[in-house]
């Protein structure tokens, strides 16, 4: 028998991408994910048979291609600061991008949810590792102040990703004054402001005589 077409499955996932930041692992049902696709519910369970199966599918396509990303632009740069500027960009762009799947995979993460779990659990050293490598590296050319490489990738996680993270919380809650978004939006969440972020947080890491210009 001929395989149904792959646009369903991808049609199921790009569902899946605009309803989980709303529901969440438990809330997200196949019924609803077929409905919000506009395909049979038995094309659900022939593509993916279960919602688990299909959260860490949907998950990790989104993950993969951040990733792919991140290893290219962290070989482009003429210095191991550049590198590690390149690679800071990409995280932080990713996490801009998907703010809100990535507040509700914490958050579900947080509460228990083993499909959200095991996802952070097996990609979160990926970029981690790739990200501390650079950081290694830099340091080794004399481009960032010598502290342990843990310190420093907290250092910039905290500067750079948190304030996303924080902003998206703020911005996309409804109990929020519309004044009070609008400036996250525009002051925090912007392609801008991100960019800005891993400049101040690179600078204050670097040697005096090798800070990017």
Known sequence: MARPSQNIDQRLLEAGAQLLPSTG???LSA??????????????HYHFRTKDNFIRTLL???????????VIKAREGDSALQNLRNAMLVLAHFA???RAMLVRIASDALAGEQV???????????HIGVLSGLIADAQREGELV????AQVFSFLAGAVMAPVLLGAA????IAVPAALGARMEREVLSKKAVEQR???????????DRRLA
């Open 146 to 149: 010598k502290a342990p490489v």
């Open 25 to 27: 692992c438990r809330g």
């Open 170 to 173: 703020l911005a996309d809650n």
């Open 31 to 44: 019924r609803k994910l077929a409905e919000h696709a506009g395909v049979n519910l038995g094309m659900f």
């Open 116 to 126: 959200a779990v095991e996802f952070l659990q097996a990609n979160l050293p990926r």
């Open 96 to 98: 801009r991008t998907h």
């Open 60 to 70: 990790q396509q989104m993950y993969e291609q951040m990733f792919s990303m991140l």
């Open 198 to 208: 891993v400049d101040f947080a690179l600078r204050g890491l670097a040697v005096a």
